[in-house]
């Protein structure tokens, strides 16, 4: 869900890129290791190219589209 919803991408070297917009509640309650330039694994041609569209087209532009981004992660409680 943090990758479809522009929260976190990749580079082509397998390095996390998490969003400056992600907030650090979300972050922490999530569970993940979410530090930026952690090596995730690798990825093949046709993941790298997939990447470069995300990086462009989804990464950090698709939350300002969804009136509220949070409602999905996090309960109404924690929100």
């Not at 990825?43 to 190219?49: H, V, Y």
């Amino acid at each position: 869900m943090l990758f479809d919803r522009g929260w976190i991408t990749f580079e082509d070297n397998g390095a996390l890129v998490r969003s400056s917009h992600l907030p650090a509640a979300v972050a922490s309650q999530i569970g993940l290791d979410l530090t930026n330039g952690r090596h995730c694994g690798g990825f093949d041609e046709k993941q790298r190219a997939y990447l470069e569209f995300h990086r462009n087209a989804v990464f950090e532009t698709t939350l300002k589209k969804i009136e509220d981004p949070l409602s999905d992660l996090i309960s109404p409680a924690l929100y």
